[in-house]
């Protein structure tokens, strides 16, 4: 999604709590790798949702804001031989996971107790849990931040990931061959350009 789409789903979910939500969900996720730390970034979803659309919006905002770190490994519940490189990490690497790592656990249902059982075991080996997910305890109980969204919310789980995925980008430091900054003022101008007038016109 690019920035003036973002610009302009954050202008309808303005006034409500999902724009400086997804912001701080995806400050902590982006302190959660060190910089320069590829493959440190693990997303793991449920037998039934694999987050394939955030792994790639990830990548593309690692590839735009110079933040390599934020290049995700995606782990899936089947590999299947002759799987590309990054499409082969099977759920055994999160066993391997632990400090200077980040797990993301995107479950908009419960994961089964094998996921729960390996992101436990990355937890207590050093790795830092994020989740976003329907609201299960069990989840959040693991999570070290979690940010829920269900059937209660004006959102759905899509929308949530864009925005996290856009905002983890965004206003990271120096900016690498001038890059981030255009992308930064892109983003300022569609801002502007999709925000309401003045009063009394």
Same mark, same amino acid.
């Given at each position: 999604m690019d920035a003036v789409r973002v610009a302009l789903l954050r202008e309808v979910l303005g006034g409500t709590e999902w724009p400086e939500a997804t912001r701080r969900f995806a400050r902590v996720l982006r302190a959660s790798v060190p910089p320069g730390h590829v493959g440190g970034l693990l997303l793991v979803g449920t037998e039934q949702y694999e987050p394939w659309h955030l792994a790639a919006h990830l990548m593309d905002e690692a590839a735009w804001s110079g933040l390599p770190e934020l290049t995700p490994t995606l782990v899936r519940h089947r590999v299947r031989p002759g799987d590309p490189a990054q499409l082969a990490a099977g759920l055994g690497r999160l066993e391997a996971a632990g400090?200077?790592?980040?797990?993301?656990?995107?479950?908009?249902?419960?994961?089964?107790?094998?996921? !729960?059982? /390996?992101?436990?075991?990355?937890? /207590?080996?050093?790795?830092?849990?994020? =989740?976003?997910?329907?609201?299960?305890?069990?989840?959040?109980? !693991?999570?070290?931040?979690?940010?829920? *969204?269900?059937? =209660?919310?004006?959102?759905?789980?899509?929308? *949530?990931?864009?925005? *996290?995925?856009?905002?983890?980008?965004?206003?990271?430091?120096?900016?690498?061959?001038?890059?981030?900054?255009? /992308?930064?003022?892109?983003?300022?101008?569609?801002?502007?350009l999709t925000s309401p007038p003045p009063t009394g016109w």
């Open positions: 400090r200077g790592e980040a797990l993301l656990l995107v479950a908009p249902a419960p994961p089964g107790a094998d996921v !729960l059982e /390996r992101v436990h075991g990355a937890r /207590r080996a050093g790795a830092t849990v994020l =989740s976003l997910d329907g609201g299960h305890p069990e989840v959040q109980g !693991l999570a070290h931040e979690s940010l829920t *969204v269900d059937q =209660s919310t004006a959102v759905d789980l899509d929308t *949530v990931q864009h925005l *996290v995925s856009a905002a983890a980008g965004e206003n990271c430091g120096p900016a690498p061959r001038g890059r981030r900054p255009f /992308r930064d003022r892109l983003s300022r101008l569609a801002d502007r």
